[in-house]
Structure formats: structure tokens, C-alpha cells
């Protein structure tokens, strides 16, 4: 097992230790903590957990995406150094940017996951932080990163989530700092679930039992960002949206 499992395994103990005597949960417990500490939260990162571990070796091609050029690009534009790749799953976000001079930290909840990302930065010779972790018990200082990359990750959260989400990403940025994020159309297509109030999606067929889906309709996403200055707002064939935000005027 490797130190990232480890380390995974041992702050699941903790938090279940933590919730499970209500005695040791603190009077004072965020929201976030709640909801992170929910059945259904839980169900989607075990779902995570067993595909990434059927991973035996990365994969090391990227993916033919539209708008990927568009992030570099609009990192360089603003002058970006640090870059959080948020639910960075094996690491392919991470590598690309890494690759042109960024200096980049992945973070995920599934730990084999970030560990195949560490072997294929190590064949690249790059050097990239890869952080097990989730929302809430990431501890970065404030102001530690000049912009955060999310791609096809929001749409595994219901939307207070995500809501609070973007609130504790504001407090690791620097005062203009960026957001990118690619929004993708789920949840149409025909499968066993069910839905939340909040139109998430709960699937509970074998082969995505605890896999959480959500669409965020465009006024939804507005209403995320409204505290962001929106600088793009993209939607290709397939429904996706691209954002690119930041913090300030």
C-alpha cells in the first residue's frame, strides 16, 4: 500500500470516528463538514475509490478537448504562476500545465489515483505536489495559489457543494486570483438512480453504484460565480461550459 492510500485510509478513520459519537462531533460543525460527512457524499468517493483502484498504470494520453488550449492561454494572460488542479484524478490536467512552467499542486480524494499521477510526472522528470484531500480538509495559507483548475469535477457535487465549494476556494487565492472550470451535460442519459432534491443524481446500477451526477444549468452557474468577474463563458457541441473567472473587478 502506498503512503497516499495510507495517509487516505487513516483520515477516513478519523472522520467516521468523528461523526459516528455525537459526542466528538464539535457543537459547532460547517456546513461543508455536514455535507461532506453525508451517506451519499461518502457513496461517491468509494465509487472513486474502486474505479481508480482497477488502474493498474497511467494512462498518458491527453484528452482531445476543444477548449483545452484556452487554459494556458488564459493562465499566461493573467500572469498565473501557481496553479491547485482540483480533483485532479490521475494527474493529466497537472502534467499538461506542468509541462509549460507552471508551478502546480493536484489535489483528489482518491489516493491510487495521485499515485499514478506521481509515477507519470517521475517518467516526465516534472515536479508537481500531489495533495490527498478533499474540500474541507485541505489547509492551504491564503493567497497560496494565483489560480484553481477544475475540469468535469462540479458535476459530482449537489449544488450546495459546490456552493461551498467556491466560497473556501476564494480563501486559498490571491485577491484577483482565477478559476477555470469545464461544466459538462450529465445526467441526461438513460441509467439506475435516484434524485436528490436538488436534481442530483444517485446511481445505483453495479457498474456506477454511488457515482453522484448533476447538471448545473447556465443561470446556476451564474449564480456560483456571482461574486467572480466572469471573463468567458463557452459552450461547445456536447453541452459542456467552459468558465474562466476571477476574483475582483
Known amino acids: 500500500m502506498g503512503n497516499l492510500a495510507q495517509v487516505a485510509i487513516l483520515r477516513l478513520l478519523k472522520s467516521i470516528e468523528m461523526t459516528s459519537d455525537n459526542s466528538a462531533t464539535p457543537a459547532t460543525t460547517s456546513k461543508i463538514d455536514a455535507l461532506l460527512s453525508s451517506e451519499n ?56 500545465l506542468a509541462r509549460q512552467g507552471f508551478k502546480v499542486t493536484g489535489i483528489d480524494v482518491a489516493a491510487h489515483a495521485l499515485e499514478l499521477g506521481q509515477q507519470w510526472a517521475e517518467q ?52 484577483r486570483g482565477g478559476f477555470i472550470g469545464c461544466f459538462d451535460k450529465v445526467g441526461t442519459g438513460p441509467g439506475e438512480y435516484f434524485e436528490l432534491a436538488d436534481g442530483s443524481h444517485i446511481y445505483t446500477d453495479k457498474a456506477r453504484q454511488g457515482m453522484l451526477l448533476r447538471y448545473f444549468p447556465d443561470k446556476e452557474l ?10 468567458k463563458f463557452e459552450e461547445f457541441g ?12
Open 222 to 231: 451564474e449564480k456560483l460565480f456571482k461574486d467572480w468577474t466572469i471573463t
Open 41 to 96: 457524499y461518502r457513496n461517491n468517493i468509494e465509487f472513486w475509490n474502486r474505479a481508480w483502484n482497477g488502474v493498474k498504470t497511467p494512462y498518458t494520453q491527453m484528452p482531445d478537448l476543444p477548449y483545452l488550449p484556452s487554459i494556458p492561454a488564459w493562465l499566461l494572460e493573467r500572469k498565473v504562476e501557481r496553479v491547485l488542479d482540483l480533483g485532479c484524478g490521475s494527474g493529466w490536467l497537472s502534467i499538461f
Open 124 to 175: 516526465e522528470n516534472l515536479t508537481i505536489q500531489f495533495d490527498i484531500g478533499d474540500i474541507a480538509t485541505m489547509d492551504y495559507a491564503p493567497g497560496s495559489f494565483d489560480a484553481i483548475v477544475a475540469n468535469s469535477i462540479f458535476e459530482h457535487f449537489t449544488y450546495d457543494l459546490a456552493e461551498e465549494t467556491i466560497a473556501k476556494l476564494k480563501t486559498v487565492l490571491t485577491p
Open 238 to 249: 456536447s453541452g459542456s461550459r467552459f468558465v474562466c473567472a476571477h476574483l475582483g473587478k
